[in-house]
């Protein structure tokens, strides 16, 4: 065998291709089980994710592993991806979030465009949450949604109905000749 072949085969040692086939996310470094194109089954390999992002694949994703020093004994994986679930169709420059569940966050060339899934979109742990600019809504706004609070078109109705009696004359009022619109 010649010089350029060893060192293409000790090259093409140092990475590989592999199936997850478990993922332990308890520890400070997820840990992944995974085979190896070849078969062969390598357990507890780090998983590096880059700073700030983090995400427990299902079993069946794919990872690219490397074998710092062409060491076998030791590995780790630099990327975990799952074509099952990828959004597709993004135009150059877009960038998405996304989930098996059809949950995603994406940076369109339009705007922002955040979809629950069908799942309920919660903001934690923030003092209040501030908008600058109009806001739409296409549902229902409600107040006090935990406890006694009303919806903004009910708010409404109510509003555009209502009287009062007048100061100790006993007669109702009228409803209000400026109504709030809806």
């Known amino acids: ?5 060893s060192l293409q085969r000790q090259v093409l040692g140092l990475i590989g ?8 996310a308890a520890s400070k470094c997820q840990m992944i089980d995974v085979e190896l194109l070849a078969g062969q089954q390598k357990a507890g390999i780090e998983h590096l994710e880059p700073y700030g992002f983090t995400s427990r694949a299902k079993a069946g994703a794919e ?10 004994s030791h590995a780790v994986a630099i990327t975990v991806s799952d074509r099952r679930y990828r959004m ?5 420059g ?7 569940q059809g949950q995603s966050v994406s940076l369109t060339r339009a705007g922002i465009v955040v979809d629950g899934g069908g799942k309920v979109i919660t903001f934690k742990n923030a003092p209040k949450a501030r908008f600058e600019m109009d806001i ?4 229902q706004i409600k107040d006090l949604c935990d406890t006694s609070g009303q919806t903004m078109s009910a708010m409404r109705v109510a509003y555009n109905g209502h009287k009062h ?18």
């Open 63 to 72: 990872a690219v592993v490397l074998f710092p020093d062409g060491d076998r």
């Open 165 to 182: 009696r007048e100061n100790g004359q006993g007669n109702n009022t009228d409803i209000p000749d400026k109504q709030m619109g809806g």
């Open 17 to 24: 291709r592999a199936v997850v086939k478990s993922i332990n």
């Open 1 to 5: 065998m010649g010089a350029m072949q």
């Open 94 to 100: 877009e960038v998405a979030l996304y989930d098996d």
């Open 88 to 92: 597709q169709g993004l135009k150059t």
């Open 136 to 139: 739409e809504s296409t549902g």
